[in-house]
């Protein structure tokens, strides 16, 4: 059972060129979070981020290869300045109900060379489902590596 719990729980990490505390506000204070959030494929066209314990959030991302809108939304349940912040995410049904909700883990620990991201999203209803949100999560993580290096040169 173990090992099938481990099959659908997504853990990427990376270290990015910046401090704790600027890499935190990236993901917290939505100027700099719509500079980054979601897939390079997808902007984001809507969105709500109460960035507190208990707030909630919600993104619409705009596919720009024509599939479509895609919403997502969650609960925030740790905002630790400038080490943790965790939320829940599910996606919205076409019937607008909310899917399956997995808890999306963030931790920021200060390192050499910038800040140590460590993102754990768990538990999913399948290894798939794991397996598309590993390919969203690095996707979008590069466009936070992208963000430090234009903010550092400025």
């Known amino acids: 059972m173990e090992a099938e719990a481990d099959e ?4 990427l990490t990376r270290t990015i060129a910046t401090t704790p505390e600027k890499l935190f506000d990236a993901w917290t204070k939505p100027a700099l979070i719509l500079q980054w ?5 997808a902007a984001v066209v809507e969105h709500v981020f109460d960035v507190r314990v208990g707030g909630g959030w919600t993104s619409t991302f705009e596919n ?7 919403t997502c939304s969650g609960t925030y349940k740790t905002v630790e300045r400038p080490s943790h912040l965790a939320f829940t995410w599910a996606w919205v049904q076409p019937d607008g109900t909310r899917g399956h909700e997995t808890v999306v883990d963030v931790t920021f620990e200060k390192v050499d060379r910038g800040t140590l991201l460590k993102v754990v999203q768990k ?5 798939e489902q794991r397996d598309l949100h590993n390919w969203g999560w690095n996707s979008t993580l590069n466009k936070v590596e992208r963000l430090f290096a234009v903010l550092s040169q400025s």
């Open 123 to 127: 538990t999913f209803q399948t290894a």
């Open 37 to 41: 959030w979601g897939p390079e494929n």
């Open 8 to 11: 659908r729980v997504l853990t």
């Open 64 to 70: 720009s290869m024509g599939a479509g809108r895609n």
